[in-house]
């Protein structure tokens, strides 16, 4: 499917309601650890020399440890340095970045293929509905069990900010997705790190010799589907009609 539409977001990461850092001051951090000066990294990214000197006084002032700072002449010269700390702390911004861009990435197929009106070959999600069954609080989190149509029980982890906002209960029923691409398949039924688990019958095999587009009915109209390598689905020997297990992690639910 061709995208149609970009979901797009920045990150701020704030303290004390404070804008601390964000991608425009991560560039800063690093200019400055380029060039060696507050006025030559700001003209680098085309920036006043006020700002970039504001920004870098309220990261100071905001962070637990000085994030720039002098030196004074010596061998190899003297002028502005970033310290440690801001290299540890451009580390865990880009880490949580690359979190942000897969999360905003799952927000853009889901809503590309919600308004898509043509016949979609390829799922990148597979649509399910259940009724919560159980919801137990474990620190900043719930564990959801889900009960589908067909009796078997999944298991959701949710962040507890949004548990409240969508004031989930139980019995309530949900629609929710999971990505066809985190779905392990096997024949046997496997002891494996996933906490959810549906037996069915392989209903199709879509494959283009490189990926293989599996389709599998797991009874009362509950249909999943599954996208791994050709060669994984050679290697499994899979055939239409075949009983299958498919199992995904409780992270890989995404409840609408």
């Known amino acids: 499917m061709n995208n149609l539409f970009d979901v797009d977001g920045n990150i701020w990461i704030k303290k004390d309601d404070r804008a601390f850092i964000g991608k425009g001051r991560v560039e800063l951090l690093q200019n400055i650890q380029i060039h060696g000066s507050i006025s030559k990294a700001a003209k680098a990214m085309k920036m006043s020399y006020k700002a970039a000197w504001d920004s870098v006084d309220i990261m100071n002032k905001l962070a637990n440890k000085p994030l720039v700072t002098k030196v004074t002449g010596g061998k190899g010269g003297g002028g502005t340095v970033i310290t440690s700390h801001a290299k540890e702390l451009i580390q865990s911004y880009e880490e949580i970045s690359i979190l942000h861009k897969n999360y905003f990435s799952t927000l853009e197929n889901s809503f590309n293929e919600q308004i898509n009106d043509t016949i979609e070959t390829e799922p990148a999600f597979c649509r399910l509905t259940g009724n919560i069954s159980i919801m137990k609080n474990i620190n900043d989190n719930y564990e959801i069990s889900i009960k589908l149509k067909n009796d078997q029980i999944l298991t959701s982890i949710e962040n507890k900010k949004f548990v409240i906002e969508k004031n989930l209960q139980i019995n309530d029923e949900?629609?929710?997705?999971?990505?066809?691409?985190?779905?392990?398949?096997?024949?046997?039924?496997?002891?494996?790190?996933?906490?959810?688990?549906?037996?069915?019958?392989?209903?199709?095999?879509?494959?283009?010799?490189?990926?293989?587009?599996?389709?599998?009915?797991?009874?009362?109209?509950?249909?999943?589907?599954?996208?791994?390598?050709?060669?994984?689905?050679?290697?499994?020997?899979?055939?239409?009609?075949?009983?299958?297990?498919?199992?995904?992690?409780?992270y890989n639910i995404i409840i609408l």
Do not use: V
């Not at 024949?187 to 879509?206: D, E, V």
């Not at 109209?221 to 409780?250: R, V």
């Open 174 to 250: 949900i629609n929710f997705l999971i990505e066809t691409n985190t779905i392990i398949l096997t024949k046997k039924n496997q002891n494996n790190s996933a906490r959810n688990k549906l037996l069915g019958k392989i209903i199709s095999i879509h494959n283009d010799e490189i990926n293989a587009n599996i389709t599998i009915d797991c009874g009362e109209n509950i249909i999943i589907h599954s996208k791994i390598t050709s060669s994984s689905c050679k290697k499994l020997e899979l055939k239409k009609d075949n009983e299958i297990y498919a199992s995904f992690k409780a």
